[in-house]
């Protein structure tokens, strides 16, 4: 008896192919996914990023501020935001700091710092150069900047000519400001290039008229000042006028020096 061997029909190499793709496909996977864990550091897994965002870079130096909260995202189980944003408030140009998480491991700290109003001086440091915070500036809020390294800046609309005397008192400078401003608006057309805060108030006024205001009622002698200045004009020359220094600190009247 004779039997016949059946013919088997070859494959084509493309249905091959498609056995062994899966295969491959899992293998390389598989290859990935070990590779991956030996070179896995676990470090890495605790690891915080963080999103900066500073409106004036020439006022903050970014890298002092990730020193100052390393030891505040070293690890993500320990992660205190309150505690990154009173950190970050400490930095003197710094006025608000916002620190939000995105992800898990990632958060984002908005910086807003202090706009600058006007140049600052101690009146301290005109006896003693040696005196700590001799210059600085003078933020719109009022609050008195004196860093290290001092640079030029003039926003727009302000006047660089003008600078504000005092005594440096970390606690207690806001009035600065407030006077000043106050005294501007009551001179209107007249400009302020100084006011020295001590025992005593002074304005320097241009072009160089010196008004001594006293330790009170300031704004009154202020407005008396006014009056009597446009009288003066009317008999004394303005070349004397605009260099003397007024003394308004007497009730019933003031002393004119040329």
């Known amino acids: 008896m004779r039997f016949r061997k059946k013919n088997k029909r070859k494959l084509p190499i493309t249905q091959h192919l498609k056995r062994w793709i899966k295969p491959l496909l899992l293998l390389a996977l598989f290859s990935t996914i070990g590779w991956n864990i030996y070179q896995y550091n676990p470090s890495e897994l605790l690891k915080v990023s963080v999103n900066w965002h500073i409106d004036r870079t020439y006022l903050v130096d970014r890298p002092r501020l990730e ?34 998480r995105l992800l898990l491991d990632t958060i984002d700290i908005n910086i807003t710092t202090h706009e600058i109003a006007t140049h600052w001086q101690n009146i301290a ?10 210059q600085g500036y003078v933020t719109t809020t009022g609050v008195i ?4 390294n001092l640079f030029y800046h003039q926003q727009e609309g302000s006047n660089d000519a003008i600078k504000l005397y005092s005594a440096y ?28 805060q001590s025992n005593i108030e002074r304005l320097i006024i241009k072009p ?7 330790y009170n009622q300031q704004q009154q002698r202020l407005k008396d000042f006014i009056k009597i200045y446009a009288k003066l004009r009317k008999k004394i020359p303005l070349r004397k006028l605009n260099k003397a220094t007024y003394d308004m600190r007497y009730s019933k009247g003031f002393t004119l020096k040329y």
Do not use: F
């Not at 008192?169 to 020295?196: F, G, R």
């Not at 160089?208 to 006293?214: A, C």
């Open 67 to 100: 020193n100052s909260i390393k030891p505040l995202v070293a690890e993500l189980h320990q992660l205190d935001l309150h505690a990154i944003k009173h950190e970050l408030e400490r930095h003197p140009w710094v006025k608000e700091a916002q620190v939000k």
């Open 125 to 134: 440091c005109e006896q003693d150069q040696s005196a700590n915070h001799c």
């Open 145 to 148: 900047i004196t860093p290290k």
């Open 169 to 196: 008192d970390e606690n207690n400078n806001n009035s600065l400001l407030e006077h000043y401003q106050t005294y501007q608006q009551i001179l209107t057309k007249m400009h302020i290039t100084k006011l020295i």
């Open 208 to 214: 160089n008229i010196t008004v001594i205001l006293g």
